[in-house]
């Protein structure tokens, strides 16, 4: 039996978002570097990345793209990433793309009028209402059956997305055959999430319903993903009572009638001295010991990063094997006891991922990858551990020797493996 925080939470789950190609306007991606860049064609990567554009519909518009990108990264907490304004074309219409800041989701019409007023509702907001009351104060709209709060239940939205919502604990029993949350409700569904967790980091297997191109793990900022784009800036949930918080099972920031100045404050006063999303899983995990475990597992945030690379390999119907830094290296003849060290590879440097016998280099900022050979990625490795748990950039000169050695050219170094904003070049 597994003890909760100073060692870990124990405890168990299966889902795949639609497979479709769905463009990366992100500037460079799919153009070609070294010959071989390629964007991924891939759908969950946007529930993980704070920098990529969403392109959103008119009002009106019955694309069912649209909801599930919005849908679905309200739900993970992540938010739709902030772009300057721009217009794109969309159908016979134009709608500025960039301009939405915050998704509110409403369990109850009656709150709208109260919304509008307090300035929540705007132009700028994306709502997902009842549809009892015409949202002609929103930027975007979404009427839908069922309710958030409910995390075994479906969300049917007028346009026809499913949405279907399952406690994590539970999903290794689950039929992951159409786009499924993953809820953690209390300690039971933590300590499952700890278990897979700790198991992908110790031994490099990831749980099928984590990496599940259909899954969306819900609230991923409470959890240690550290994206830090949860708040009520960015995502509000309205219950039917008229309180405010960031999700159904968040503590309370306010009322609808409230100035949304309320909001923030309440949020900013809960995070004194908490290193993650304390308000978004606070009527589900109560106490310390939910952070304190994420404390203790520095390397969760890489988690978080791979899981979605992992998603984005298998939206192809690709299987990827083994995962640089998880379970060991992959320049190693076999997998080692544990990871390399408890330092875990730093966010934003390119994940190595095992593809039959290719290696796939994922940058899990842009979702880019380019194919490696055997040399580059022993060199890749050594590059990575050198940074591993650095309280600075790595020496540069050390890594261009450690290139130089491995017969690649230096350009290498800077093209695919240490983001230019990360050292001084020579």
């Known amino acids: 039996m597994a003890r909760k925080c100073g060692g870990r939470y124990r405890s168990g789950m299966n ?33 993980l990345s704070t920098l990529h554009r969403i392109s959103l519909a008119p009002k009106g518009s019955t694309d069912v793209r649209d909801t599930e990108w919005i849908v679905t990264q309200w739900v993970s907490g ?23 800041r915050t998704v509110v989701v409403v369990e109850t019409d009656e709150w709208i009028p109260a919304l509008v007023s307090a300035g929540v509702v705007d132009a700028h907001a994306a709502l997902v209402h009842r549809g009892e009351t015409p949202a002609i104060a929103a930027g975007w709209s979404r009427t839908y059956l069922g309710t958030f709060s409910d995390p075994v239940g479906d969300v049917v939205f ?19 055959d159409t786009p499924t949350a993953l809820v953690l409700v209390d300690e039971h569904d933590f300590s499952a999430f700890l278990r897979d967790a700790d198991v992908a980091w110790g031994t490099g297997v990831f749980a099928n319903h984590v ?11 409470a959890l240690g993903a550290a994206i830090g784009r949860s708040g009520p800036d960015h995502r509000l949930f309205v219950g039917s009572d008229g309180s405010i918080s960031t999700s ?6 306010g009322r609808a009638s409230e100035n949304p100045a309320m909001f923030t404050a309440g949020w900013d006063a809960a995070h004194v001295g908490e290193p993650v999303d304390a308000v978004s899983l606070r009527k589900s995990l109560r106490g310390n010991d939910r952070v304190d475990a994420i404390i203790e597992r520095p390397w969760l945030p890489r988690y978080f990063e791979v899981i979605a690379a992992i998603r984005s390999i298998r939206i192809d119907h690709l299987e990827p094997g083994r995962v ?4 060991g290296r992959l320049a190693t003849s076999r997998v080692a006891a544990g990871p390399v060290s408890d330092s875990p590879d ?29 040399a580059e990625v022993a060199a890749a490795e050594q590059v990575l551990v050198r940074a591993a ?12 020797r450690t290139v130089d050695a491995a017969g690649l050219p230096t350009d290498w170094l800077f093209d695919r493996v240490v983001p230019r904003t990360g050292g001084q070049e020579p």
């Open 15 to 47: 889902r795949t978002l639609r497979s479709r190609t769905v463009p990366l306007p992100v500037a460079g991606v799919g153009q070609q570097t070294s010959g071989r860049l390629r964007a991924v064609p891939e759908y969950c990567h946007y529930l």
């Open 78 to 100: 992540v938010s739709i990433p902030p772009v300057p304004a721009a217009a794109e074309s969309c159908g016979t219409q134009t709608f500025p793309i960039g301009t939405i």
């Open 158 to 176: 007028a346009d026809g997305f499913r949405l279907r919502q399952t406690r994590y604990g539970l999903a290794d029993f689950s039929c992951l």
């Open 211 to 221: 990496t599940h191109p259909l899954a969306v793990l819900a609230n991923v900022d």
């Open 248 to 253: 159904p099972f968040g503590s309370t920031l």
């Open 324 to 327: 640089s830094g998880f379970g």
């Open 346 to 374: 730093g966010c934003g440097l390119p994940i190595l991922i095992e593809l039959g016998d290719a290696v796939r280099a994922v940058d899990p900022t842009t979702g880019a990858w380019t194919l490696l050979t055997r």
């Open 389 to 400: 748990g650095a309280t600075r950039p790595p020496d540069i000169a050390d890594l261009v």
